[in-house]
């Protein structure tokens, strides 16, 4: 399986809205109906960190700025309001298709 | 809380062997031990994204392990459950193997800190 992303870069303005788009080459969608969508964020120098799984289920300690959204093969990222710690780079992942696979990453930095 | 930690990295000659561990705590808080899930190592090449290594099953389903093809013959996944630690025996390294060194659970829920392996003559 496939995972891209868009864009690669993405110039944000704080405060503003900001939008991952993540394109998988077969449905995510599991045997057993779930839906193994996840995204991360990783910081320079730092571990990946998970925010979201299963599409849009955010993870105990993330700002409720952070929404995932999709279904299928097509799937997003939101950040309502970006603040001045949300640089670094967002990874979409699946974990339906063997083997768990990242797609390329989207860097997030500040105008 | 759930830590792992990822030791062993270095700097090695390519043809050289490295064994990198990871070491687990804090898994029991959730009513499932180090031995329930399946553990994943990942890496990260400079400037690169993340590419995954393998995965060791639990003893539950086979403790059997799965390689991507770029370390498939020369890389062995193995887990001490007992001591809550997971292995990654490096073989054969090449310069393409720097990266920096990843574990994580089978729910992707916790990462390590990394750890560096460069190969260079």
């Known amino acids: 399986v496939v995972m891209t992303q868009s864009p690669l870069s993405l110039p944000v303005t704080l405060g503003q809205p900001a939008s991952i788009s993540c394109r998988s080459s077969q449905s995510l969608v599991h045997t057993d109906g779930d839906t193994y969508l996840n995204w991360f964020h990783q910081r320079p120098g730092q571990s990946p960190r998970r925010l979201i799984y299963k599409v849009s289920n955010r993870d105990s300690g993330v700002p409720d700025r952070f929404s995932g959204s999709g279904s299928g093969t097509d799937f997003t990222l939101r950040i309502s309001r970006v603040e001045a710690e949300d640089v670094g780079v967002y990874y979409c992942m699946q974990g339906t298709h063997w083997p768990p696979g990242f797609g390329p990453g989207t860097k997030v930095e500040i105008k | 809380e759930v830590q792992l930690v990822e030791s062993g990295g270095g700097l090695v000659k390519p043809g050289w062997s490295l064994r990198l561990s990871c070491t687990a705590s804090g898994f029991t808080t959730s009513g499932l031990t180090f031995g329930d899930y399946a553990m994943s190592w990942y890496r990260q090449a400079p400037g690169k994204g993340l590419e995954w290594v393998g995965f060791v099953r639990s003893k539950a389903y086979g403790g059997t392990t799965e390689y991507a093809a770029s370390v498939k013959g020369r890389f062995t996944i193995s887990r001490d459950d007992s001591k809550s630690i997971a292995y990654l025996q490096m073989n054969s390294l090449e310069t393409e193997d720097t990266a920096v060194y990843y574990c994580?659970?089978?729910?992707?829920?916790?990462w390590g800190q990394g750890t560096l392996v460069t190969v260079s003559s």
């Open positions: 994580t659970r089978a729910t992707f829920d916790r």
